[in-house]
């Protein structure tokens, strides 16, 4: 069988090397679109929330009267939001990892290949792209109403936890998959048993990518408005909440109250509660970063 190479023509290398070059610049560019419209975003808070930010904003609850945001004010902030937010979060990783790691271990390690099997792989993918809002009504159906929950925090965070359980689900196969079977034939080969070689050798190697995309999806929970708004979360609370089953508000939903108050000042405590919510999900995305550094370092 006689091949050619594509690439042994060397007439017009000065039109080629053009070529390559305009390439690596569209590159370049698309690369920094995503570069510049984040710092834009943040200039643009940073110096809307100037002088608005400070530690009554984190420690207390919201007012209607701008002035007590000021420092040297009587205090206003965000703190049952930030508390439930963070409540918020902390059960939708309680539910979506038990959930998303089992069914991912499930399908790749236990699932026989059948079409069933494709079809279940095929309508969890299929579930990523359902737009939030669709997740906030199923909520609202099923864990409000039906299952008699109304509009708690535990109903908040199943929501959530529906909403981004196919991420996660499809984050964990990619990262179980990944893990050569050349590792689990040689467990095999010493004897142990399949829950062994998945608790052993499986999970540890896929771990890394388990947990950040995980931690990367809870980030996208944390800004969501939709889900939270359709299951009843409060636009603005002013005690944090103290029960799975009582209200809660949403950093969010407090952002989005002082948003649409006419009082131009509030755009400001609007601006300093979006650095606050930056603030989490940025502290979210380097624990990701140290959790995956962490493994891949024990690892090799």
Not at 63 to 88: C, H, K
Not at 267 to 272: C, K, S, W
Not at 277 to 292: E, P
């Amino acid at each position: 069988m006689s091949t050619t190479n594509p690439f042994a023509d060397v007439s017009d290398l000065d039109r080629k090397r053009t070529i390559g070059r305009v390439f690596v610049g569209l590159c370049i560019a698309s690369t920094m679109v995503g570069i510049v419209a984040l710092v834009t975003l943040l200039a643009d808070v940073a110096y809307e929330s100037w002088g608005w930010l400070s530690v009554e904003f984190l420690t207390y609850p919201p007012s209607r009267f701008p002035e007590n945001y000021l420092p040297g004010g009587r205090g206003a902030g965000i703190y049952p939001a930030l508390v439930g937010s963070v409540f918020l979060i902390a059960l939708t990783a309680l539910f979506t990892v038990s959930i998303g790691v089992g069914a991912a271990i499930y399908l790749e390690e236990y699932a026989p290949e059948s079409r069933l099997t494709s079809l279940i792989e095929a309508n969890i993918a299929n579930l990523a792209g359902v737009p939030s809002i669709v997740y906030g009504l199923l909520g609202l159906a099923v864990f409000v109403r039906f299952a008699g929950m109304g509009q708690s925090l535990l109903a908040g965070a199943l929501t959530l936890t529906l909403l981004i359980l196919p991420i996660v689900i499809v984050a964990a196969q990619e990262s179980l998959r990944a893990v050569p079977d050349s590792q689990r034939e040689a467990a095999y080969g010493v004897g142990a048993t399949k829950w062994e070689v998945i608790r052993d050798v499986v999970l540890p190697a896929a771990l890394p990518g388990v947990m950040t995309g995980t931690i990367l999806s809870l980030s996208r929970a944390i800004g969501e408005t939709a889900p939270i708004l359709m299951v009843g979360a409060a636009t603005s609370m002013f005690v944090a909440p103290d029960s799975l089953l009582g209200p809660f508000a949403a950093m969010p939903m407090q952002i989005f109250d002082w948003a649409k108050l006419p009082q131009a000042e509030f755009q400001h405590v609007a601006a300093a509660g979006i650095v606050v919510l930056l603030t989490v999900l940025l502290a979210m995305n380097a624990v990701a970063i140290y959790i995956r550094y962490r493994f891949e370092a024990d690892l090799s």
